[in-house]
């Protein structure tokens, strides 16, 4: 702690204020005292040894080597060659901490930030064998659908590098699509896995919550926010799962998470095993892009016709999702960023080193924000100042309801289909979907799994326009390896 003089009493009648609380009922002086004894007290902390990161050799991507943009810097790292991964190589989204790299969560003002020791999931893929060979572009602060959010590379599709590759996980995305890393790390706010999944024609997973440690991961939301993958095939991804999930007794939020199987129940999936799947298809998530809606329609026929039950189900309570999500992330972003990025509500494991980063820039290097995370927050202070307590217990009143409206769409499924996004990959010049009157579209089909914790996997299912549309089945929240079977399922089908 800094060797600050007493506090004046100016200063103990503003903490007075902000705690709502009259301040002529505080003495100065002995106030002042009281303070400064407790403050010797929590210096103590100042003893910890802070980690060294350690010396790892990282460079630039070329534009020859990386033409669509997938990576924001390069590296080689393996800690054996023995494990479920073995043979993989990995991208790791930027706002994942690769110890001795630098972190950027995409943007300039972390641009010289470097953790020191690896998010748990990075450990957990160099135990199991993985490959990491860069830190994958993305959205700054993971903020994804317009082109001014990628601070320092445009991320092109490579189905056609005009159009977007799908926030904010886009490095992800073409990463695996370009077939320069076989799997993927992104997160998952809002659909972030799965846009680009569905954007670029590759397998995103978004899994079940608190499944998988956030542990050395830059928060969005505590509540909806996943670490997924990005995969060529539903059989790396369920790999790339066996790898990360589980327990981390550094996360609280997975206490109690149980791993299954997941490559198991994908491994020897074949065509026949259609016929035990049943399917449940809300028409909730329908009323999109037309040609998107067409084009699912004909893949959950085609699973019918291979001998798939295919019925029609709805959820109750639907219309609550977004508005739910979009407050809980909002207000979750903003608190997250007013204590530079300091997690006061979860019971985990934190990077001092992380908040004072947080805290320098935001204080000399503010304006090197990008205008939409800017006015994100700016929103999010908005709800703090006003009513956006009282609408953050209202969403989460709502989040009860949704979860409870999926379960009971679940009940006699095994899973439920329809489109991951409700459009293909936008242009990059003339089309966005941050746009105030669009991002409650843009997301209603992806965001509300968030919101109830479901997992969720995109498969290709067909393109538009040379463009590829995203199929999405979502399963019961802790039955991500059935999930991923249905996913298994139709690539065999559709292969």
């Known amino acids: 702690m800094d060797d600050d003089p007493s506090v004046t009493a100016d200063e103990i009648g503003a903490y007075a204020r902000r705690a709502r609380l009259d301040p002529d009922r505080f003495d100065p002086a002995e106030q002042a005292a009281a303070i400064e004894v407790q403050d010797d007290l929590v210096a103590r902390l100042d003893e910890l040894e802070a980690p060294t990161p350690p010396d790892r050799e990282c460079w630039e991507p070329t534009e020859d080597e990386d033409p669509n943009a997938a990576f924001l810097s390069r590296c080689d790292l393996q800690r054996t060659d023995d494990g479920v991964l073995s043979g993989l190589t990995v991208a790791v989204k930027d706002n994942i901490a690769v110890a001795g790299l630098p972190m950027t969560a995409g943007s300039p003002l972390f641009a010289n930030h470097v953790p020191a020791e690896d998010a748990t999931v990075v450990d957990r893929i160099l135990d199991a064998g993985g490959r990491i060979i860069g830190k994958a572009n993305m959205d700054e602060f993971a903020l994804g659908g317009d082109a001014a959010t990628m601070r320092f590379r445009l991320a092109r599709n490579p189905n056609d590098p005009d159009h977007q590759p799908g926030g904010s996980s886009a490095g992800s995305g073409v990463a695996v699509a370009d077939g320069l890393a076989d799997v993927a790390l992104g997160s998952d706010t809002g659909g972030s896995v799965r846009f680009p999944a569905s954007f670029c024609g590759v397998v995103g997973l978004k899994p079940s919550r608190g499944l998988v440690p956030t542990t050395g991961f830059v928060q969005f939301s505590k509540l909806n926010d996943e670490i997924g993958v990005l995969a060529d095939s539903v059989e790396d991804a369920a790999r790339t799962l066996d790898a990360i999930a589980g327990a981390d007794p550094r996360d609280a939020a997975t206490d109690g998470a149980i791993s299954e199987r997941y490559v198991g129940a994908v491994d020897g999936v074949d065509a026949a095993a259609v016929e035990s799947l049943t399917v449940g298809v809300p028409k909730e998530l329908f009323g999109g892009d037309p040609a998107v809606d067409a084009t699912v329609r004909a893949a959950l026929d085609e699973l019918a016709a291979a001998g798939a039950t295919v019925r029609e189900v709805s959820i109750p309570d639907f219309e609550y999702a977004v508005p739910a999500w979009w407050a809980i992330a909002m207000i979750e972003v903003a608190a997250y960023v007013e204590r530079n990025g300091a997690n006061l509500w979860q019971r985990s494991v934190g990077d001092p080193a992380f908040t004072a980063a947080v805290g320098e820039a935001l204080a000399e290097r503010s304006d090197e924000l990008g205008d939409y995370p800017a006015e994100v927050l700016l929103y999010g202070q908005h709800l703090l100042a006003t009513d956006g307590p009282e609408y953050y217990a209202r969403a989460q009143c ?67 326009d040379g463009l590829p549309v995203g199929l999405q089945f979502v399963g019961p929240r802790g039955a991500d390896a059935a999930t991923l079977r249905a996913a298994a399922i139709w690539e065999r089908i559709d292969g």
Do not use: I, K, Q
Request: net charge negative.
């Open 398 to 464: 709502a989040r009860e309801l949704v979860t409870a409206g999926v379960a009971d769409a679940l009940a006699a499924v095994d899973v439920l289909a329809g489109p991951t996004t409700p459009m293909v990959a936008p242009a990059w010049e003339g089309e966005s979907y941050l746009a105030d009157s669009t991002l409650d579209e843009a997301v209603r089909t992806t965001g509300p799994f968030n919101l109830t914790g479901n997992p969720a996997v995109s498969v290709p299912c067909g393109t538009n």
